[in-house]
């Protein structure tokens, strides 16, 4: 009996799977006539491993599946259709379609998806529909949809992203709908449609374009449709729109208030205008499009006198049909602009048009008197205003653009770790008592001329932690009295030698980690900032100092550590004579020739040469250098001789570790400078082997050298030294690690040449914790 019943359902089983096509995962139902497979909001972790081979729709919609690994889709290479919709994925590895070459349709919508990356939809041969709407997306790495050449459909609607980079579609050869619409997009890269010839709609609508992308606009030759409403753009310019065959423009829901009639003078095939909504009291008829039916003023306080006859002759000269209706004056409110007679459109006199232009305006523009004390502190949303610290701070609050209306007082702005990207022209009006402004960690790549314009009292500019690469000449243009300026942690390429230009104040400038490989002539110091004092170029990429690139008569503090070079820059040096502190730890300078620092040897206080594979220093490499030098170190080189330090009668503090000297008698003078300096010098034999690791100054080896004038024996005997002063060892031991010095103003000043003083708020905003 059993036997039987299990010879009938193997029996069973043996005829149905080949008509059934084969296995359905368990939780899932399949349809094995249109060969579909739907496993619907079931907490799936993973992709089923027994989806049949055969299939072509999976629904795999309202999962939990996080994270998509590579060839996740193996298993099932005849897909047409993806739905993975609602799935919780946060992350999509490079390749996890490699294997989908037929998918037609894929759907990623609703996920949490936060970077594209490059690979992430490779393979993806045939795909014409790809929604990634309602993620998280705010990176489109480099090369993201490269592999796309078929896509038809772009969706990335509802997604968090603030910027577009050049050539962000690259590789879309058949893309005719691109979708970004409700994003925070702020700024578009003039290349970031580039390359996109088949494009015909563009969806650009909620976003927080400010201005019209008149260059990224005119890469798109083809676009016939495309729509910007709801952006804050408060004026488009003339031949802001230039798109040849453009047919259908949304401007609606934005600020508008003014629209040059040149505006559209380049888009001359347009037929439908929408700017409905907007903030429009006039228009004037619009030169360019020559096609135009349908003009929507729907929504904007169109005030119907005489300047709006022209408009209203235009547009039944040329049959364009206008939608909307007066908003004023009394007699002719809410009658529909289609409506009104031109020669009901008039201005009864001089006075009755000022006057009724003054209502107009104190109507419209003042804001309601209750609006506004919503708050007892004016301060913008989501941040916060201490009036009597006259601080005001958005940290990190999510930002896109920079918010507006502190209180007018303000001299401290805290605006650090949100996500500007780009700072457009006058980003901080009302700001002209600010005096330090930081901006940290705010993902800026582009600062556009005039961007701190009226910030007649910045001091102190923090730009640390962004994504500058460049900067434009006019970057500063309007903040002449900036003093201290933190640029470190960038992506520049070049000393931006132009833009300081406009800071003739500029007294400290930081410039670590960076990735400038050259300093030029070009960059003047003397000529562009001539009161420099502070330099710190930690931690770039620089390989050269061009003669004529360092000349300053002031510059004090140079930091050229952590770079590439491969030389000493004596002859860039000869043309700072007054520095004192120049730290070289961290290049590949194998060699230091005679006179290195002969230039400079009035001035030179501190002098750092660590871990630069120093191989050899010239006996006459510290030439010059005399009882003015309090700080050299030259820890973790390859040394085996040192040059004589005898000169060095002040120095304070000395680090001559981790060098493999070499103990025989041409160190005599290095061990009898030992033995009398006043300091604790550590030094360690290198060679030969038998005193390897001892300190110079207890081996026996001097003691045989023919020269030593005072008995040797002796000196060895007396090793043990009075009680030192100082140990400033401790100190030295950090040294390497250590940070470019915060540019808090020093104490120390000179009479000849001192810091600037700002007026007595400076110092009060130094107390509080975040302001330097
Ligand atoms: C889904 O699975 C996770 C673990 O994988 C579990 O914590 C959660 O309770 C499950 N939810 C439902 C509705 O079954
Ligand atoms: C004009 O704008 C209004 C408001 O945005 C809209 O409701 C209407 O459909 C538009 N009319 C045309 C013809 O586009
Ligand atoms: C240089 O900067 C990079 C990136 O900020 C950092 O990872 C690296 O540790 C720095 N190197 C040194 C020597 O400071
Ligand atoms: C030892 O030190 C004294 C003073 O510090 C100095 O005058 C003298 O020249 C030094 N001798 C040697 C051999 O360095």
């Not at 997306?137 to 577009?164: C, D, S, W």
């Amino acid at each position: 009996m059993l036997f039987f019943s299990t010879a009938v359902v193997l029996l069973v089983t043996a005829l149905s799977s080949p008509v059934r096509a084969g296995k359905c995962p368990r939780v899932c139902s399949c349809d094995s006539t249109k060969l579909t497979v739907s496993c619907i909001g079931k907490n799936l972790t993973e992709i089923p491993p027994t989806i049949d081979e055969i299939t072509l729709k999976l629904d795999l919609k309202n999962n939990n599946l996080q994270v998509l690994p590579r060839g996740a889709f193996m298993l099932a290479p005849y897909l047409t259709h993806l739905n993975l919709q609602r799935c919780n994925i946060a992350k999509v590895k490079e390749g996890a379609f490699r294997t989908l070459g037929r998918l037609v349709s894929l759907n990623l919508a609703y996920n949490k998806i936060d970077i594209l990356y490059q690979e992430s939809f490779d393979g993806l041969s045939s795909l014409k529909e790809l929604h990634l709407d309602h993620n998280r997306v705010e990176e489109i790495q480099p090369g993201a949809f490269t592999q796309l050449g078929f896509l038809n459909m772009l969706a990335l609607t509802n997604n968090q992203l603030v910027y577009i980079p050049n050539m962000a579609f690259q590789g879309l050869q058949s893309i005719k709908w691109l979708r970004l619409s409700h994003n925070s997009l702020n700024n578009l890269a003039h290349e970031a449609f580039t390359g996109l010839f088949t494009l015909n709609r563009l969806s650009l609508d909620h976003n927080e374009l400010q201005f019209f992308p008149t260059q990224t606009m005119s890469r798109l030759p083809e676009v016939t449709r495309l729509d910007m409403s709801h952006n804050p753009m408060i004026y488009l310019g003339e031949e802001s729109v230039s798109m040849a065959k453009l047919t259908h423009l949304y401007l609606d829901h934005m600020s508008l208030q003014d629209l040059s009639d040149q505006a559209l003078s380049r888009s001359p095939l347009l037929s439908h205008l929408d700017l409905s909504h907007n903030q429009l009291r006039y228009l004037e008829p619009l030169s360019g499009p020559k096609q135009l039916t349908s003009l929507n003023l729907t929504g904007n306080p169109v005030y119907c006198n005489c300047y709006m006859r022209p408009l209203r002759q235009w547009a039944r000269a040329g049959g364009v049909k206008l939608l909307g209706a007066c908003a004023g004056p009394p007699h002719l409110s809410d009658e529909p602009l289609q409506a009104v007679a031109p020669l009901d459109l008039r201005c009864r006199s001089r006075g009755e048009t000022l006057q009724d232009e003054f209502e107009e305006n104190t109507g419209s523009t003042a804001p309601p008197p209750t609006a506004k004390p919503k708050q007892k502190v004016k301060c913008p949303l989501d941040c916060d205003c201490d009036i009597e610290a006259q601080h005001a701070t958005c940290e990190g609050r999510g930002h896109t653009k920079v918010p507006r209306g502190f209180p007018a007082k303000t001299q401290l702005l805290d605006l650090r770790s949100n996500h500007f990207h780009y700072l457009p022209a006058n980003s901080f009006p009302g700001t002209s008592q600010v005096v330090s402004l930081h901006l940290e960690f705010c993902k800026i790549h582009e600062i556009e001329a005039g961007a701190f314009r009226g910030m007649k009292n910045l001091f102190y500019l923090y730009l640390s932690d962004n994504d500058l690469t460049s900067l434009d000449s006019g970057a500063f243009a309007g903040a002449p009295e900036l003093t201290y300026l933190h640029l470190e942690g960038n992506r520049l390429v070049q000393y931006p030698g132009s833009a300081l230009a406009l800071l003739p104040s500029l007294f400290v400038l930081h410039l670590e980690r960076n990735t400038i490989s050259k300093l030029e002539p070009t960059g003047l110091l003397a000529s562009v900032t001539p009161k420099l004092r502070e330099l710190y170029l930690t931690n770039n990429t620089i390989t050269a100092v061009a003669k004529g690139s360092l000349g300053s008569a002031f510059l004090e503090t140079l930091h050229l550590d952590s770079n590439q070079l491969t030389e000493m820059p004596t002859h860039a040096l000869s043309e700072a004579p007054n520095l004192e502190e120049l730290k070289l730890s961290h290049n590949s300078i194998r060699w230091v020739g005679p006179n290195a620092f002969k230039p400079i040897s009035q001035s030179l206080k501190r002098l750092y040469m660590d871990q630069m594979g120093m191989e050899k220093m010239s006996r006459d490499a510290l030439a010059g250098l005399g009882p003015g030098l309090r700080t050299l170190t030259v820890r973790g080189n390859q040394l085996e001789e040192l040059p004589d330090l005898s000169p060095l009668t002040g120095l304070e503090v000395v680090d001559l570790q981790d060098n493999p000297l070499l103990c025989a008698c041409s160190l005599l003078p290095l061990r009898r400078w030992i033995e009398n300096a006043s300091l604790e010098v550590d030094a360690t034999c290198g060679n030969p082997p038998e005193v390897r690791g001892q300190k110079v100054r207890d081996v026996q080896v001097f003691m045989s050298c023919p020269e030593s004038n005072s008995p040797p024996d002796e000196n060895i005997v007396v090793a043990p030294k009075p009680p030192k002063e100082k140990k400033p060892k401790a100190s030295l031991s950090k040294a390497p690690g250590v940070k470019a010095r915060p540019a808090k103003p020093k104490a120390k000043a000179k009479p000849s040449k001192q810091k600037p003083q700002r007026k007595p708020v400076a110092p009060n905003v130094t107390k509080n914790k975040k302001t330097l």
